[in-house]
Every structure is written in structure tokens, then in C-alpha cells.
């Protein structure tokens, strides 16, 4: 079953630019967990400890936007943004 959205705000290009950054940047490190040799503790926890830093700006993002324009929510919702038109829609 595919779930449904809806269009409920959008953001300026600055504002794209700055989630579209972190959700990179959150992706290649997912990415780099794939390939770091198990030998290597030191880089293993400083991968974990900059996605924890990435994962809470990207969350914070969210948060300071949703309450900045107020979109509409639900429990077992999210939002995505539409990067090449700034659109941001609610998944249920």
C-alpha cells in the first residue's frame, strides 16, 4: 500500500539548501559505514559520533520549520521535501 501525501507548505531556496546538505551528508555516512574495515575503531566512532551530530541537526530542521510555518502533522506522519521545487509534503 502506498502511503498518501500531501502538499502542506513550502521553503525558500536557502532553507532547501541547508536540509539538502544534511540529508547528503547524512547518506554518505550510511554509505561509509558500509566500507570501514573492522579493524579500524577510531574512524567506526567518529563516523557514529558525526551521523549522531548530522541526525540531530537534520532533525532540528524539521522541528524549527514545522513550528516556523506551521504544517500540518499526524502521529505516523513525516514530512519530505521535493528538493527541485522546495515543496514540502506530509506522508501518512
Known amino acids: 500500500m502506498n502511503a498518501e501525501k500531501k ?3 513550502k521553503v525558500t531556496p536557502e532553507q532547501r ?4 546538505a544534511l540529508f547528503e551528508r547524512r547518506n554518505s555516512l550510511k554509505e561509509l559505514f558500509l ?3 573492522k579493524d ?3 574512524l567506526y566512532e567518529r563516523v557514529v559520533a558525526d551521523m549522531a551530530q548530522t541526525q540531530k541537526k537534520f532533525d532540528q530542521w524539521w522541528a524549527d520549520r514545522g513550528a ?3 504544517w500540518e502533522g499526524k502521529e505516523n506522519g513525516h514530512w519530505e521535501i521535493n528538493f527541485e521545487t522546495c515543496e514540502i509534503f506530509l506522508n501518512e
Not at 17 to 20: H, T, V
Open 7 to 9: 502538499l502542506v507548505g
Open 17 to 20: 539548501d541547508e536540509i539538502q
Open 40 to 42: 579500524n575503531q577510531d
Open 35 to 37: 566500507i570501514i574495515p
Open 68 to 70: 516556523e510555518y506551521q
